[in-house]
């Protein structure tokens, strides 16, 4: 996003409209601090300046990257839709991505509110690739080297965006163990990330949740469920 | 896309805050085809959403629509742009996904209860207190399928706002509620100069997901402005 000085009339009414904390004012004025701004354009979308003084240049390779991941308005050309992830255990009903006997994890990278650059996304693929499988339609994986967990491209390291969510599934008997290796990285993270654990039901019962609790993981009283009312059910 | 997880509150709080998130995978054309046109089944989810009180409800037409309990056209600004309710129901497209917002869980049950009846074929969502959601289907005569359970945030969790805002700000998935603009919000209830719902409104509208419950936004920024 940039800021237009011959609009803006410096009233920082857009100020609070930054999820990151972007917008600034210096000695010549209102500026966007350009690493900083992840191309949300919540501060656009918001009408906050009645100048009309925001605006958004075209994006090419890699800052392009800052959007697809950042606004919920662009439907990423990865999965074809809207957000930063797959449909996950949404549509599991009629996909089954999930089959009972696996997990999947959904590890959001920046959430809730900070940011991330793709190095701390990196850092936790390194981290799981080999002991997992990164789900195929995730736009990180298709940035990634599944073998290593390293990006392709070292260029996207200091993008930032939002949020990044690295998607993967492995067995139940390996869950505790991708559990153990994310504790161990997120202490070296310069950011946060809240994390998913997906599980098939067993009629009323979460199995895994007893073997989490057990291992001193405690999930959240509230999360989502899928009602099983998706057809043709699998 | 985990936007409707990861909501944070107290046990009472959540008491008072029920996603129904409404998909169909683009990756499953039978789910697209089951049972007739789609574009009817999703007429009918809409008026289905719509008829238990919701606080929040999204929906497709030419244009994205959406309703907030407390939104007014006054408060329309940027691509925020205010429904009513009868305008969602009219619709016949649906974006990847739909949401609706319910305050109570008898709300919910019905509104699964209608579902199971109907028979869209559509996958459904609930996103809520695990114990409550349990309980909703058993009194609708459905079974859990699958879960998703947030372990939390972890990292470097100093860089997190305080816990009252973190309420409100997680309330939208995609975090584009800033710290900010909730901390400014709770200055102006103090000091008079917008009433909560209004603020409620102000926060909620920055979530294009429309999945922010203004009722319970509205709750958590007056508790915060009294303390």
Redesign the interface.
Known sequence: MQIDENKCIKCQTCFPYCPVDAIQIGRAGVFIDQNLCVECAACLKSGACAEQAIYQPTLKWPRILRAQFSDPLVTHPITGISGRGTAEMKTNDVTKRFIEGELGFAIEVGRPGISTSFADVEQIAQALASHVEFEPLNPVTRLLDPETGKFRDEIILNERVLSAIIECKTTVSQGLSVLHRLKTVASTLETVFSLCVISRCQGFDIPFKGVMEAAGFHPRMNGKTNVGLGRPLQ | ???????R?S?DS?TH?YVV?A??????P??HT??GSLSERVHRLYQILAKHEPVALNGKDTLRKRYLQYWEPEQD????QSATIPEVTSCTKM???THAVYTNKEAVQTV?SA??EA?????????????D??EI??K?G????????????????E???PRSV?EL??MC?????????V??MIAQIKQGTINSRKAAVELGK?C??NIFNTVRGRALLQKTARA
């Open positions: 896309m985990t936007h409707t997880n990861h909501r509150g046990h959540l805050d998130l998909m169909v995978d683009p990756a499953v039978a789910q089951y049972c600004s940027g691509v925020h974006e990847s996904v699964l579902l199971r028979d869209l074929g559509i996958s459904i969502v609930v996103s809520g207190r695990f114990d959601v349990f289907c058993q609708s459905l079974m859990p399928h699958t879960v998703n359970m947030s372990l939390g945030t972890w990292g470097k969790t860089r997190l706002p973190l700000c997680t998935g995609h975090a584009v509620i800033s710290r900010r603009l901390e400014k920055q294009t997901c």
